[in-house]
C-alpha cells in the first residue's frame, strides 16, 4: 500500500504559531470493502495541573450550578474530571481572548491547549488537535522552566493521538515537577498501558493511591483504579470502584462518564440488561453523553431490538462522529442484510479515519483491523508489525495475530494471538474477541481441542460480542463438533 507523507494542518483559529511540521502515514483511498470487527474504545479523562503551590494536594471544588460555564469548564480541567462540551467551547473562546491580550501568559496558553485537547475527544473531532499543539508549545516557549501545566497537555493530547511513546516522555517530565499531583498519574497510566508496560501502569496506580487524594478527587481515582483492574481481569474489582466512582460524582458531565464506564463493563461480561440500564442512566444525567448512546445502540442490538438499536447509533454518532462507533454501525447493518446502509458507513469510517490523521492521529491499528479482515492482509500485517515495534499492547497483539492468520502465517499468528490472552504477557484483560480470534487460528494450525475451548470461552465471556463475529463463532464450534470420545491411556485393546 503506497504511504504518503503530509506536513502539519493548516492553521485555524488558534492565535498560536504553528508548530514543527509532524510526518504522518496516510490510508490512500481505494476500494472499499466490507466489515470489520471491532469495538468503541473509550478514551480517558484528560487532566490539567493546577498552578498552586505544591502543598496544595487536593484539587479545588468545581464551581457551583449557577457559575459561568467556563468556570464549570476549568474547574472539571484542573480537578480531573469530564467537562461538558458547551462548557470547554466557552472556555476556549474565554481563553483565546486572554492570550491575545496577554501572549506571555503561559498558564493561559496551557489552559487553552488542553482545552482544545479535551474538546477533541469529547467531540470526535480531530481538528482540535493541531490548535492544542500550537497553545502547549507556545506556552512552553512562554515558560521553558518547570511548565508542568503544558507538559501534562502535551502527554494528554499524546495519549489522545495514540502517540503512546510521546505521552510517556511529557507526562514522566510533569511528574518529575509535581510528584505529589494526583493528576499526574493518569496521563502516564494511559501511556504505560498503549506501551504495553503493565508493570509501570500497576506502578503508577499504586503511588497514585499512595497518596490519598481528598474527597472531591476521590470518584475520578477510582474511575483511574478501575481501568486498571479491568485490563488485569478484576472485573469485579473494576465494577465495585467504578460503581461508587458514579454514586458520588459531583457533575452531570462525570457521572454520566462513570455511568457508560459501569454500562460497558456489563457489556463486556455480555451483561445486555445491566449494561442497557447504565447507558441509559448515562443518558439521562449527561444527554450530551456519546458514547453511551453509542453503548445503548450496542446493548439494544443484542437484545433484537434492531430498529431501536440503529436510533442510538445514529444519535450517537451526530453528536460524536467516532470511526470506531462508525465501523459497529455498519458491521450491525450488515449483519442485518442491509449492505448498501453499511457501506455507506465503512465509507464514512475511512473519510472520518483520514480526517483524525490529518489532526495527528496514530490510527494504524485502526486500519490494519479493517484491512485484515476486508482489504490487503499483507498490508496489514506490514502497518501492525510497526505498530507493535512502537508501541505493543495488547491491542495491538491481537490485531496482529489476527492480520497474520488472515495472511497465511497462522504459526506466527498463534504467537500473538497467545500474548493478547496471556496474562503473563500482556494485562490479563478478559475479551470475547481476542479468545475468538486465538481459536480461529488454533482451529487453522490442527489444535482442535484449544480452538473449542477459546471458542467456548469467547461465548463466555460475552455471547454478544459482535453481531458479524459471534455468529462465526458457533458456526466454527458446530464444525469443530463434541470433544471425541476416545479411551483413556491404557485402554487400548
Do not use: C
Not at 90 to 98: C, D, H, P, T
Not at 126 to 144: C, D, F, H
Not at 218 to 241: I, K
Not at 363 to 391: C, F, N, T
Amino acid at each position: 500500500m503506497e504511504i504518503r507523507q503530509y506536513g502539519p494542518s493548516a492553521p485555524g483559529t488558534s492565535p498560536a504559531a504553528a508548530p514543527p511540521p509532524r510526518h504522518r502515514r496516510r490510508w490512500p483511498l481505494g476500494v472499499l470493502a466490507v466489515a470489520l470487527a471491532g469495538g468503541a474504545a473509550a478514551g480517558a479523562v484528560l487532566t490539567l495541573v493546577p498552578d498552586e503551590p505544591e502543598r496544595r494536594a487536593v484539587p479545588p471544588p468545581l464551581a457551583g450550578p449557577r457559575a459561568q460555564p467556563q468556570a464549570l469548564a476549568l474547574a472539571a480541567l484542573t480537578s480531573g474530571v469530564p467537562a461538558a462540551l458547551p462548557d470547554l467551547t466557552a472556555l476556549i473562546g474565554q481563553q483565546e481572548s486572554r492570550v491575545r491580550a496577554r501572549p506571555q501568559d503561559a498558564r493561559a496558553w496551557a489552559v487553552l491547549g488542553t482545552a482544545y485537547v479535551e474538546r477533541g475527544r469529547a467531540s470526535a473531532d480531530p481538528a482540535n488537535y493541531p490548535k492544542a499543539e500550537r497553545a502547549l508549545t507556545t506556552s512552553i516557549q512562554v515558560r521553558a522552566g518547570g511548565n508542568a501545566e503544558a507538559l501534562g497537555g502535551l502527554a494528554a493530547l499524546a495519549n489522545a493521538r495514540r502517540d503512546f511513546a510521546s505521552a510517556k516522555r511529557y507526562g514522566e517530565q510533569a511528574l518529575k515537577l509535581t510528584p505529589k499531583r494526583w493528576t499526574a498519574y493518569p496521563p502516564l497510566i494511559d501511556a504505560y498501558t498503549g506501551l504495553g508496560d503493565y508493570a509501570a501502569a500497576r506502578g503508577a496506580l499504586d503511588k497514585l493511591m499512595a497518596l490519598r487524594p481528598g474527597a472531591a478527587a476521590r470518584p475520578a481515582v477510582m474511575a483511574r483504579a478501575s481501568g486498571v483492574y479491568r485490563d488485569r481481569g478484576w472485573r469485579e474489582d473494576a465494577v465495585a470502584q467504578l460503581t461508587d466512582a458514579a454514586s458520588t460524582a459531583r457533575t452531570p458531565p462525570e457521572q454520566g462518564a462513570y455511568l457508560t464506564g459501569v454500562g460497558q463493563l456489563a457489556w463486556e461480561r455480555g451483561d445486555r440488561e445491566d449494561a442497557l440500564r447504565h447507558f441509559e442512566a448515562a443518558v439521562r444525567v449527561d444527554p450530551g453523553r456519546w458514547s453511551a448512546l453509542a453503548g445503548k445502540g450496542r446493548a439494544l442490538a443484542a437484545l433484537g431490538r434492531a430498529d431501536e438499536a440503529l436510533t442510538a447509533y445514529r444519535a450517537a454518532l451526530a453528536g460524536q462522529p467516532d470511526p470506531r462507533v462508525t465501523l459497529e454501525l455498519g458491521e450491525l447493518y450488515e449483519s442485518l442484510g442491509r449492505f448498501s446502509s453499511a457501506r455507506e458507513q465503512y465509507e464514512l469510517m475511512r473519510e472520518r479515519v483520514e480526517r483524525a490523521v490529518d489532526g495527528g492521529v496514530d490510527e494504524e491499528l485502526l486500519i490494519g483491523q479493517y484491512e485484515a479482515d476486508h482489504g490487503d492482509a499483507q498490508d496489514a500485517v506490514v502497518r501492525l508489525e510497526e505498530e507493535w515495534r512502537r508501541q505493543p499492547g495488547i491491542e495491538v497483539a491481537d490485531a496482529l495475530g489476527w492480520a497474520l492468520h488472515r495472511a497465511g502465517d497462522d504459526q506466527e499468528a498463534l504467537k500473538y494471538a497467545s500474548i493478547a490472552t496471556d496474562k503473563a504477557k500482556g494485562g490479563g484483560v478478559r475479551s470475547a474477541l481476542y479468545a475468538f480470534h486465538l481459536g480461529m487460528i488454533e482451529r487453522e494450525t490442527d489444535r482442535p481441542g484449544p480452538a473449542r475451548r477459546h471458542l467456548q470461552e469467547a461465548l463466555r465471556i460475552n455471547p454478544y460480542f459482535s453481531p458479524l463475529r459471534a455468529p462465526e463463532a458457533r458456526a466454527a464450534l458446530r464444525e469443530l463438533g463434541d470433544v471425541p470420545d476416545e479411551p483413556l491411556p491404557g485402554e487400548d485393546g
